[in-house]
Structures are given as structure tokens and as C-alpha cells.
């Protein structure tokens, strides 16, 4: 018979919060499993980031209609704002031209209402074609405002979905580190078992061989104490 000692079984390791158990580390077969147990409230966050981005990122930079609409929308109250300073600014000056020519000359045919008019028409065409140029550049600020707030929320989705895992991989670790604490514990007391069995057949040996020679007793007690030897 060989002795009763025998190596340890596995130690799983827990991570517990409030008599919860977050995250298990144990052996099933041939494997070493961890598994984090999420809370019905990580759940409903975790998928809602994983679906919402799945749904989002084939139509992240496609724009429906009611967007084009809407962009279109403040793209028009940006122009016709626009037109309304130029008028607002140039239409009084023309007025006061007229006026002022009228005043002097009593008609508008001459060479100082035309010099006059057409520079001030040379300007007013000069801010419509800045207040073109104005209108591109609004458009494209629009449409990349539009797609910052997208990846903005694309990007909240990710960091959602990122600290969740995060969480589960430190409680996982935490597991792992209370199994690797409590094998090495048992690894140790098995080695010092082990130990303490070898001291036990050195002296059973040298107390064995001294005891055969004392004879048909001795002989018989030196069995007894080879068989108690496969015991401890």
C-alpha cells in the first residue's frame, strides 16, 4: 500500500463586493476558467454600447434626409442673414447718394451720382462674393460639426464598453491572484508533508534494521514499522 498523502486539489480564488461574488477562478476538467459575473445594470450599459456601435459605425458618415435637410436648413438662415448686413449696409448709402444728388444737381445724370453709385456697387459686389465664399465655408463646418458630435458619440460608446472590460479584467485578476495565493499555500504544506514522511522513513529504516537484529520479536516489530511507514 503507498501512503495516504496525496497532492492538493486546485484552490479557486473569489472576488466577492457586499457577499457578491464579482469574479471566480476554478478548475473545470483539463482547465483553468475565470469567469466575472455581471450585474444586470452592466448588462443593459454593456450591450446598449456594443449594439448602439454596431448600429452607428455603417452609417457614421452617410447623411439621411432629414440631416441633409436640417443642414441645408441653417445653411439658408446663414446666407440670408448674410444678405440682410449687405443690404442693411448698402441700401442706406445708396439712398443718401440719391439724396444728396438730388439736392446738388436736381437729377441723377451725371458723372459724380454714376462715379459715386458704381463704387459703391463695386463694393456691395465684393461682400456678396466674400459672403459666398463665407456660405462654402460655413457648409463645410457644418458638415464637419455634424460628424465630430458622431464620432464624439461613437467615441463615448468605446470608452463605455472600455471601462466596463477593464473592470472585469481586474476583477478577474484579482481572482487569479487569490488562486495562485491559495495553491502556493497548498503547494508548500505539501512539501513540508513530504518533508516531515522523509525524516519519518530515515528513522524508520535505521530503527527497522536495528530491530531485525534483535531476533524473532525484533524481526516482527521491524515489519510492523515498515507497514506503519506507507501510513504517514
Avoid: C, H, W
Avoid at 461574488?21 to 448588462?43: C, F, L
Avoid at 462674393?129 to 464620432?151: F, G, H, M, P, T
Amino acid at each position: 500500500m503507498g501512503k495516504s498523502s496525496k497532492y492538493p486539489s486546485f484552490s479557486g480564488g473569489t472576488i466577492s463586493i457586499n457577499g457578491t461574488n464579482k469574479a471566480t477562478t476554478n478548475k473545470q476538467g483539463n482547465n483553468i476558467v475565470s469567469n466575472y459575473n455581471m450585474s444586470d445594470a452592466e448588462k443593459k450599459i454593456f450591450d446598449y454600447a456594443q449594439n448602439s456601435l454596431a448600429s452607428s459605425l455603417p452609417s457614421v458618415n452617410v447623411f439621411d434626409e432629414d440631416t441633409k435637410k436640417n443642414l441645408q436648413s441653417q445653411l439658408d438662415a446663414y446666407t440670408l442673414n448674410g444678405q440682410k448686413l449687405i443690404n442693411n449696409m448698402y441700401t442706406p448709402m445708396i439712398e443718401d447718394l440719391k439724396t444728396d444728388i438730388a439736392s446738388r444737381f436736381g437729377n441723377f445724370d451725371n458723372s459724380v451720382f454714376m462715379d459715386n453709385l458704381n463704387s459703391i456697387e463695386e463694393n456691395r459686389a465684393e461682400s456678396i462674393n466674400n459672403l459666398a465664399q463665407d456660405v462654402l465655408a460655413k457648409r463645410d463646418e457644418l458638415i464637419n460639426n455634424e460628424l465630430s458630435q458622431r464620432y464624439t458619440y461613437l467615441g463615448f460608446l468605446q470608452d463605455l464598453q472600455n471601462n466596463i472590460n477593464s473592470n472585469i479584467l481586474n476583477y478577474i485578476s484579482g481572482s487569479q491572484q487569490n488562486s495562485s495565493a491559495g495553491n502556493d499555500y497548498n503547494a508548500r504544506a505539501y512539501a513540508a508533508n513530504q518533508a516531515s514522511g522523509s525524516t519519518f522513513d530515515n528513522y524508520a529504516n535505521l530503527a527497522s534494521g536495528a530491530l531485525s537484529m534483535m531476533g524473532p520479536y525484533g524481526i516482527a516489530a521491524s515489519a510492523a514499522l515498515q507497514v506503519a511507514k506507507n501510513y504517514v
